[in-house]
Nanobody
Framework: QVQLVESGGGLVQPGGSLRLSCAASGSLFSINTMAWYRQAPGKQRELVAAIIFSGNTRYADSVKGRFTISRDIAKNTVYLQMNSLKPEDTAVYYC????????????WGQGTQVTVSS
């Protein structure tokens, strides 16, 4: 079964940038949609950004204009470039593939912690 490994998180000051990576242990070629999610303490997991096989993307309103999702099919990797980070972006970030319903195709990875603080 394909495993997902998220990386690239860390501690950054407000206004800073980070680039997250989500590496899959198997091919993502047949996966229509990959997405990044985040979960802050005491809050539900929320969708941050999604990319469709065609290259179309969509973003949560809270990150539009600041975050960019991309994918490298050859490397089986999905990225999330995060700029102009805010304290409210602090969360554990995960990637996965929504199945079109309420479930996900892959087991959840361990996530990567992003902390925005001065």
């Amino acid at each position: 079964q394909v495993q997902l490994v998220e990386s690239g998180g860390g501690l950054v000051q407000p206004g800073g940038s980070l680039r997250l990576s989500c590496a899959a242990s198997g091919s993502l070629f047949s996966i229509n949609t990959m997405a990044w999610y985040r979960q802050a303490p005491g809050k539900q997991r929320e969708l941050v950004a999604a990319i469709i096989f065609s290259g179309n993307t969509r973003y949560a309103d809270s990150v539009k204009g600041r975050f960019t999702i991309s994918r490298d099919i050859a490397k089986n990797t999905v990225y999330l470039q995060m700029n102009s980070l805010k304290p409210e972006d602090t969360a554990v970030y995960y990637c996965n593939a929504p199945d079109g319903g309420s479930s996900f195709i892959f087991p959840w990875g361990q996530g990567t912690q992003v902390t925005v603080s001065s």
